[in-house]
């Protein structure tokens, strides 16, 4: 159970528990993005950027770093704040596929009012230049107003509600960009339209709680409504306003909102924007765009934002990690392999292309077995690149330790290499020549484990057993004036 209700909860919890810090006076164009980078890296507080330089007639505020650690992940899922990442991972295996199955129980509660309608503006009055949009890197191709953004669409034959996070570009005061990928629900919903040559309705959000963002971000199955999914995370249903113009649901407890529709014949210019990949993708390209029709917004309203980066200088990149570790964790299990002992895909590889997987080694072709079917999960399969395997005796959330393994254990002739799997066209590895549309690359598994029929006569490890590492670093911690950070 959750115990903060919408975003200013939300900020008061992580100011209780330290992890949030007030900044002011900072400039939006790139300073707001490079702190924000450099915060992510450092698994810093969340960040709350007050008075906007440029902006300080105004009380609009931006967010960063929401949900960049791992306390701040336990605050926004309810869990204990004071798990390790190992037990959080741990925790959360099961829940993804319980949630899942119970999304349909929690059918969202329609509302009459919230403090979102404090301020409303329709038509031409419609103005989005108020807000303090930050320009995230030096060539992007203009502001990006949606990027910690939930986009809500709906199938126009079943009428199942999709939650997706898709960046949107500011281009006018009532015009902004809708960057759904191929293969994306939102963009299913979206071509279903076009293909009856009607407009589609949408909802932007620009300032969703966190939760919220995760879960745009995240790819649950097609046809389960993030709103309804959340509403199974929290154990009660998400609460929202009917949007007037296009009926769709808009969650009561965002700070900013958006309607609007977007049209089949009409597209502009979009992006560049940094990508997650620590690249611009790609150029400029024509694509289709929302006509804003209304926008709503809480007095003094927290806009969400994620700075794309570099692995783990993403804003996404840690709460990634970790869902996708259990993901994975839970999909190995389920495929019958044994003595799984731990997954973690780290944030440097923005939870989706270094796998490290630690399994006690009961057969031979074990190893095999978990690394090949680690790469081709579902949750793994797409723009993944490296799984390395390891021991038991390897801590997989220990990357000092994993590295250890791959220079002592693999044998760089056997690494195996899956072809043609599922990748993206941001792949900066994808040729010019190549459309993105049949673009495929390629895996590595490397086996940092001890050849299965050398177990008992491979070199024993030296290191300082488990035991006595712990007694002395718990004995000399203090001493060591809080240089030592780990055993
Ligand atoms: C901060 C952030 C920005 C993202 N930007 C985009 C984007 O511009 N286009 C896109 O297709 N996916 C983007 N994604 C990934 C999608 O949000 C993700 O694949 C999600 O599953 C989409 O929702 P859907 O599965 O309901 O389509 C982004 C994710 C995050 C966390
Ligand atoms: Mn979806």
């Known amino acids: 159970m959750n115990k903060w209700q919408d975003v200013r909860d939300w900020i008061r919890n992580a100011e209780e528990l330290g992890e949030l810090v007030h900044l002011n006076g900072i400039n939006p164009e790139l300073e707001l993005s490079a702190i924000a980078q450099i915060n992510a890296k450092n698994n810093g507080p969340a960040l709350l950027f007050d008075k906007i330089k440029g902006y300080d007639e105004t009380k609009f505020r ?35 596929n319980k949630w899942e199955r119970e999304a349909g129980s929690f ?5 009459k009012s919230s403090e979102l309608m404090q301020n409303v503006e329709t038509g031409d009055n419609v103005d989005l230049m108020k807000f303090p949009t930050p320009l995230w890197h030096a060539k992007d191709g203009g502001r990006f107003i949606g990027t910690g953004v939930a986009v809500i669409t709906k199938d126009p034959d079943d009428g199942k509600i999709n939650v997706g996070s898709y960046r949107a570009q500011l281009f006018e005061k009532n015009v902004v960009g809708i960057n759904a990928e191929r293969g994306k629900h939102g ?31 995240s790819e649950i199955p097609a046809g389960v409504s993030e709103l309804e999914y959340q509403g199974a995370i929290k154990g009660s249903p998400v609460k929202v306003i009917k949007g007037k113009v296009t009926g769709l649901p808009i969650p009561s407890n965002c700070e900013i909102a958006i309607e609007g529709y977007v049209y089949p ?7 560049p924007h940094g990508e997650w990949t620590g690249y611009y993708a790609s ?6 765009f929302v006509e804003v029709k209304s926008l709503y917004y ?21 709460w990634r990690s970790i869902w996708r570790s259990a993901l994975i964790y839970d999909e190995m299990v389920k495929n019958g392999i044994q003595g799984v002992k731990g997954v973690y895909t780290p944030p440097f590889g923005v939870g989706r292309q270094f796998i490290a997987v630690s399994i006690k080694q009961s057969y031979p072709g074990h190893a095999t077995e978990a690394g090949y079917l680690a790469s081709q999960t579902r949750s793994a399969a797409y723009m993944g690149k490296w799984v390395v395997v390891v021991d038991d005796d390897v801590d997989p959330y220990d990357m ?9 254990r693999a044998d760089p002739s056997e690494i195996g290499i899956i072809r043609r799997a599922w990748a993206s066209g941001v792949d900066p590895l994808r040729p010019k020549s190549v459309p993105a549309s049949g ?12 050849p299965y029929e050398r177990i008992g006569e491979f070199s024993e490890s030296c290191t300082v057993s488990e035991d006595m590492k712990k007694e002395t670093f718990r004995n000399l911690e203090k001493s060591m004036k809080g240089r030592w950070k780990s055993y």
């Open 298 to 318: 809480r007095n003094d309203a927290v806009m969400l934002g994620a700075a794309m980066s570099k692995g783990a200088y993403n804003d996404h990149a840690f």
């Open 187 to 217: 963009t299913m919903h979206m071509n279903k339209y076009f293909q009856k040559n009607m407009p589609m309705p949408v909802v932007m959000v620009f300032g969703p709680d966190p939760l919220c963002y995760i879960l745009a971000g």
């Open 265 to 271: 014949d009409k597209t502009r210019l979009e992006g």
């Open 283 to 288: 150029d400029a390209k024509q694509k289709p």
């Open 400 to 408: 000092d330790d994993v590295l250890w393994a791959m220079c002592s």
């Open 62 to 96: 931006v967010m960063t770093n929401s949900v960049g650690n791992i306390k701040l992940f336990n605050m926004t899922f309810g869990f204990d704040v004071n798990l390790s990442i190992k037990e959080t991972i741990e925790h959360l295996r099961g829940m993804p």
């Open 107 to 111: 059918p969202v509660e329609y509302v």
């Open 439 to 450: 673009y495929t690359n390629s895996r590595g598994i490397i086996f940092a484990v001890v």
